[in-house]
């Protein structure tokens, strides 16, 4: 069974920082592209940030500048560096990962329990 637990949310005030984390867990044989998406209230899900395995990043237009991407392949995290928070950056934020159980195999996605991110004076 391969979970992904997220950590790192919390309060902060318009302009500060947060670093939110997410590490798989269980059974697999590798992990694929990993990614931070973000649900806002009566927003639809949104793309923040791409990973690949092999450490390329895409960001969307509304962070690049401000949130950093990065992974660690031995400790199966995945890191999200939120810097000069805005308002609008409110959301719950949730991790998401390309899984290979087996090799040769399908690829299976997984997804987060979601971590709220506040940004609030």
């Known amino acids: 069974q391969v979970q992904l637990v997220e950590s790192g949310g919390g309060l902060v005030q318009p302009g500060g920082s947060l670093r939110l984390s997410c590490a798989a867990s269980?059974?697999?044989?590798?992990?694929?592209?990993m990614g931070w998406y973000r649900q806002a209230p009566g927003k639809e899900r949104e793309l923040v940030a791409l990973?690949?395995?092999?450490?390329?990043?895409n960001l969307a237009d509304s962070v690049k500048g401000r949130f950093t991407i990065s992974r660690d392949n031995v400790k199966n995290t995945v890191y999200l560096q939120m810097a000069s928070l805005k308002p609008e950056d409110t959301a719950v934020y949730y991790c998401?990962?390309?899984?290979?159980?087996?090799?040769?195999?399908?690829?299976?996605?997984?997804w987060g329990q979601g971590t709220q991110v506040t940004v609030s004076s």
């Open positions: 998401k990962a390309g899984i290979f159980l087996t090799l040769p195999g399908s690829e299976y996605y997984y």
């Open positions: 990973i690949t395995s092999a450490g390329t990043t």
């Open positions: 269980g059974t697999f044989f590798s992990i694929n592209a």
